[in-house]
């Protein structure tokens, strides 16, 4: 924290109430009161900078999250028939795979999917086990590639305005990688 203004002794009660709401309810300084004047404490740029990468850190992440589970982030296992690559439907296709490998589902057996076009389609331990992996490979592109480069930018950002201009959106170039 820095000294971002003062207003020394003496001053009018007018002065003081005009200090104090320009500094304070205007621009969020912290206002402290010496024997010799009235200050008004705020963030260096250091600090500011600090606390604007980490939001846009955690925006990252929240929106990163957001796409994955809106439903937007598809993987098209056959031409024109998706599967939303959000975290539910890979733990329903995880389990349909597990009871593949656990005897709860005989290798002939089918599991009947609705896709994203609200088809209804039969899948077989083969088709979940390929689909398995290629929703793990939406998921990776975003947390792997995409994710990592937002977080590079903002480290490599080196002011509260060069951070602000970044903008986050998971939906751009969803192919690529």
Do not use: C
Not at 3 to 25: D, G, M, S
Not at 52 to 68: D, G, I, R, T, W
Not at 104 to 133: F, G, S, Y
């Amino acid at each position: 924290m820095e000294i971002k203004a003062i207003l020394e002794k003496p001053y009018t009660e007018e002065q003081r109430l005009n200090f104090i709401v320009t500094n304070n309810h205007q621009l969020g300084y912290e206002i402290k009161e010496t024997e010799i004047a009235l200050e008004a404490w705020g963030d260096t740029q250091e600090e500011l900078l600090k606390q604007v990468k980490q939001a846009k850190y955690n925006e990252a992440n929240s929106k990163a999250n957001e796409y994955l589970q809106s439903g937007e982030a598809l993987y098209e296992f056959e031409e024109g028939k998706h599967i939303e690559a959000t975290d539910g439907n890979i733990a329903k296709m995880t389990a349909y795979a597990l009871a593949y490998v656990t005897g709860q589902l005989r290798p002939t057996d089918t599991v009947v999917w609705n896709t994203k076009e609200d088809e209804t389609v039969e899948l077989n331990q083969q088709q979940i086990v390929a689909i398995l992996n290629g929703l793990g490979a939406v998921q990776a592109v975003v947390w792997s590639v995409k994710y990592p480069n937002y977080v590079k930018a903002i480290d490599e950002a080196e002011t509260v305005e060069e951070v602000e201009a970044i903008r986050i959106d998971y939906k751009e170039n969803k192919n690529a990688a």
